[in-house]
């Protein structure tokens, strides 16, 4: 019964812990669970890539900085995708949705200084974006069908 009992409260933690990270992000990860940003990164390429549905990225008024190359913000072929209180500058693309994204949202971010501000490439619908500051990118949003 105690081998049971614990089973069930170990399996009880990995559910709950798997509903949001709230550790430290580093440059280049993927992340695959809803995300709250507790530092500022700086980084060199793609900062930060979704790869899964159903996610929310939290900036919690953090920045994210890069070098002129790579993706802020990388999603690829996912769904209800949520990027909110981020500021994301000096990036080939602040936030980039690429291919089938549907029902996403951007919202409440300063996106700066990036080539392009926010590109949605090739397809998708029901995809929001609102409340964000846009300044001075080459483009505030880039819309490619």
Do not use: P, W
Not at 1 to 7: A, I, S
Not at 94 to 115: A, H, K, M, P
């Amino acid at each position: 019964m105690k081998f049971k009992n614990l089973t069930i409260i170990l399996a009880l933690i990995l559910a709950l812990t798997s509903i949001s990270l709230t550790s430290a992000l580093s440059c280049g990860d993927i992340i695959t669970q809803n995300t709250t940003l507790t530092k500022d990164l700086i980084c060199s390429g793609t900062a930060i890539t979704i790869d899964a549905d159903n996610i929310v990225l939290d900036g919690n008024g953090h920045t994210i900085e890069g070098d002129r190359t790579g993706y802020g913000v990388s999603v690829m072929e996912n769904t209800i995708i949520v990027v909110k209180n981020l500021k994301i500058r000096n990036f080939k693309e602040g936030i980039s949705f690429i291919d089938d994204i549907f029902n996403s949202e951007v919202y409440n971010n300063v996106i700066e200084r990036n080539q392009n501000g926010v590109s949605i490439i090739v397809f998708g619908t029901g995809n929001k974006i609102h409340d964000n500051e846009f300044r001075e990118n080459a483009r505030g949003v880039f819309i490619s069908i």
